[in-house]
């Protein structure tokens, strides 16, 4: 698959079980041929959307030493802000570049019940640590919480789906992802007034660490690219109300490397672009239970076969990541 495929995924809101097994079945094939599509007839509210750009964009124009008050805490705790240069994405694969010309905010799950021990940092680890908000803008936590929220229930629509296009039951990963560790994150790429360092990336080329993605882009110079299975990078264009979503190593684990996680960066500008080329992208990385456990699904292996990977759960195998990029990160 030479493009990234653009997918209606309005049957998947209806109760017509052909319509969303053909759906399912669109899933499946651009997951196994390049594990990336967007979709379209999403059902998230075009106002929903708005109002999480406008909040990271009134916090992304805040003085750097306002934006500092919320700095994420340290580098195993993905909460706050991070400024320009502070991440490698590609220190992930062991490839030293440049460091990444952006900066981000992040936050974790926003609604649990902190008095359930399940939740508590004594069995949960990190994974369900509070959130940090800044004070200016006012509306920035209801707008992330908001968004974060639809977001959630997207992707356990497309969790259903994916389990159809697999041969299982609808159901089947309900009871992994009802307690979810995901993150949501907006990432500011700012405008270039000088050309980067040899290599260097606004985003550096990395996989993918969860089940699923959902990225939505704006359209700016210097973009979202894939990298095929032909060894081409290839861009992500910008469809108008069209949400970006591709599966992570645990999603490609799960299903035995079935479908694939694939790598994918965001360039630089092109030096002859005029303009603006500031953009912004709204990026939920949705990541099942941390006590799931992460085994090879019934219908990935065939007779005969064995698993490629031992079993792990959710938060061993985010942890894991996580580890091994801050080990990699120069201090």
């Excluded at 369900?128 to 997207?154: D, I, K």
């Excluded at 006590?291 to 219908?299: F, G, N, R, V």
Aim: negative net charge; glycine residues 6%; hydrophobic residues 35%.
């Amino acid at each position: 698959m030479s493009v990234v495929p653009v997918i209606d995924i309005s049957a998947l809101h209806g109760d017509d079980d052909n319509a969303k097994a053909a759906v399912a079945a669109e899933l499946d094939h651009a997951c196994r041929e390049i594990g990336f599509f967007q979709i379209t007839n999403h059902g998230i509210d075009a106002q929903v959307i708005a109002d999480m750009y406008r909040t990271s964009d009134e916090f992304f124009s805040l003085p750097e030493a306002e934006k500092r008050h919320v700095a994420q805490p340290s580098p195993d705790t993905v909460r706050g802000y991070s400024s320009i240069g502070e991440q490698a994405f590609s220190y992930s694969e062991d490839v030293h570049q440049p460091r990444d010309l952006h900066e981000k905010f992040d936050v974790g799950p926003v609604d649990f019940d902190r008095d359930d021990p399940y939740f508590s940092v004594e069995n949960a680890g990190p994974h369900f640590l509070p959130n940090q908000w800044p004070q200016r803008p006012a509306e920035m936590e209801q707008a992330w919480s908001t968004y974060f929220r639809a977001m959630n229930g997207l992707s356990r629509n497309l969790m259903s789906a994916f389990a159809r296009g697999l041969g299982l039951d609808p159901d089947y990963f309900v009871d992994t992802i009802d307690k979810d560790i995901s993150m949501l994150r907006a990432i500011n790429y700012p405008h270039m007034t000088t050309p980067p360092q040899p290599g260097q990336m606004r985003a550096g080329a990395h996989t993918d660490y969860g089940s699923l993605t959902i990225v939505r882009q704006e359209e700016a110079p210097g973009g979202l690219e894939v990298f095929t299975m032909d060894g081409d990078w290839i861009p992500v264009p910008v469809v108008p109300g069209a949400l970006v979503v591709n599966i992570g190593d645990l999603m490609a684990q799960w299903t035995n490397d079935q479908w694939t996680s694939t790598r994918h960066r965001v360039r630089t500008p092109r030096p002859d672009a005029t303009g603006d080329t500031r953009r912004m992208s709204l990026v939920f990385f949705h990541q099942p239970n941390y006590d799931a456990m992460i085994e090879c699904l019934p219908t990935c292996l065939a007779p005969g076969e064995e698993p490629k990977y031992r079993p792990i759960s959710s938060g061993d195998h985010l942890t894991e990541k996580f580890a091994k990029t801050i080990a990699l990160t120069p201090r």
